[in-house]
């Protein structure tokens, strides 16, 4: 037996399906997960010594790749001062003055634990300033687990709020409208249907949670417009995006300028931070300010605050992104020229520094019901293939995979070595 496997079935006795977070468990393509222990740079090494290239990045966090030294230094610096005083400290709007000089529709900027609590946050703020209770989101999209984003996306252009986990009461999802992401219309006619009603729309401005879909051209410019000719606001959430796609974030890469945006993972360069922010006006609404309550014990923990400036200050040298690109470029055109090599039918999408691919013969993937119709079996025997030879892929056909600047030549020509082998495997299944 495996260490990894030995330390699953003692996880599993204490907590539920043996992992914090469930994706972690494999379900998504099943087989046992890999305890990881360490990681450095572009590697990450497992329970039993075994290393991989990975292209998970802790979801996102790790762009400058893992155990940077100088998100090390920085985080044992701060460590050496104390580890959370639950009272204001400079690092705060250090942190928030960089993240608004790289974001500038980001006028002021809260701080706060997880992407999950920057959305809940973002929602009840919008909820609030708007006075109005509705609000849209895209079937596929993932914002967190707050009560009201954890709806099922039904079919068709509107669908009423159904919670998809026991534990959220159909009332606390009613509000939520659900739209299909790439289509306008679908968008213009919920407004249509409750027109001084809806508060604002959450997107991701490039979806990473039902693999990677980024937006049609005009989309995101239409949402801008669709909300200010509604009075709702316009939230991009940018947890996955911020700071990937370019350095500042989706809005720059796509010049749409959203009122309100939600960000975690690189922010935090790998200490649990999200933030949210915008329009001024907006964020005075919040207390102390203003009466929409939002707090956190931990927000702006120094520890965190710490490691999220160095890893943005890196991040932000020139060049990175250029890097980052052109990288994942040469990973996704390559993924689709060795699948038409073997004949496997296969897509690609790609955003800055993340991209997904999909075994599917549709020349186009733009929203759920596409990615929907990929062949998510092939998908999990491809990902175990990778995995055996020493590459970790996102272990879901709804991840996006990322890239990182510790991903250089050598390990872009290995993983396509690794999946020249894993494609001619399929095609001889
Ligand atoms: N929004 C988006 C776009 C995300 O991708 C995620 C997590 N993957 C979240 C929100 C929730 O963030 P967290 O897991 O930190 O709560």
Redesign the pocket.
């Known amino acids: 037996m495996t260490k990894s496997a030995q330390l699953f079935q003692q996880a599993r006795r204490t907590i539920p399906g043996g992992v914090n977070s469930p994706v972690r468990a494999f379900a998504g393509v099943g087989g046992d997960p890999v305890f990881m222990e360490r990681a450095d740079g572009a590697y990450i090494f497992d329970a039993d010594g075994k290393a991989y290239i990975d292209f998970v990045g802790s979801?996102g966090p790790m762009i400058l790749g893992h155990n940077h030294s100088a998100i090390r230094e920085a985080v044992v610096d701060a460590a050496q001062r104390g580890l959370s005083f639950g009272a204001p400290t400079e690092s705060e709007t250090t942190l928030s003055e960089l993240v608004a000089e790289l974001v500038p529709s980001m006028e002021m900027v809260r701080m706060v634990n997880?992407?999950?609590?920057a959305?809940m946050s973002a929602i009840r703020l919008a909820r609030g300033f708007t006075k109005r209770d509705k609000f849209i989101k895209f079937e596929g999209n993932?914002?967190?687990?707050g009560d009201c984003l954890l709806v099922k996306a039904g079919s068709g252009a509107l669908t009423l709020g159904e919670p998809n986990s026991p534990g959220v009461p159909a009332d606390f999802a009613k509000h939520t409208l659900t739209c299909t992401y790439n289509d306008l219309d679908s968008v213009r006619q919920t407004f249509e249907t409750y027109p001084d009603e809806v508060a604002c729309i959450i997107v991701?401005p490039v979806s990473?949670?039902m693999n990677c879909v980024p937006p049609q051209p005009g989309f995101l410019q239409g949402l801008r417009e669709l909300c200010d000719e509604f009075g709702a606001l316009l939230i991009f959430?940018e947890?996955?995006t911020g700071f990937r796609v370019a350095l500042g974030g989706a809005q720059a890469y796509y010049d749409v300028k959203p009122d309100l945006t939600?960000l975690?993972?690189i922010v935090g360069g790998g200490m649990p931070v999200?933030a949210f922010g915008g329009r001024r006006e907006v964020m005075e609404y919040l207390a102390p300010t203003g009466p929409v309550y939002q707090a956190g014990t931990l927000a702006g923990n120094p520890v965190a605050m710490a490691a999220g400036h160095a890893c943005l200050s890196e991040l932000r040298q020139p060049g990175n992104h250029d890097y980052l690109t052109h990288v994942t470029h040469q990973l996704a055109e390559g993924f689709k020229s060795l699948a038409d090599k073997h004949g496997i039918a296969l897509t690609t999408n790609q955003a800055g520094a993340m991209f997904g691919f999909f075994f599917t013969e549709q020349e186009t993937v733009t929203c759920f019901k596409d990615v929907q119709q990929c062949d998510t079996e092939r998908f999990k025997r491809f990902f175990h293939l990778m995995l055996e030879q020493g590459v970790y892929l996102a272990p879901s056909a709804f991840e996006a995979c990322f890239t990182c600047l510790a991903h250089g030549q050598k390990e872009i020509d290995a993983t396509l070595a690794a999946a020249d082998h894993a494609f001619a495997t399929l095609a001889a299944d």
């Open positions: 979801w997880s992407g999950t609590e959305t993932y914002h967190g687990h991701e990473g949670n959430d947890v996955m939600t975690g993972k999200g």
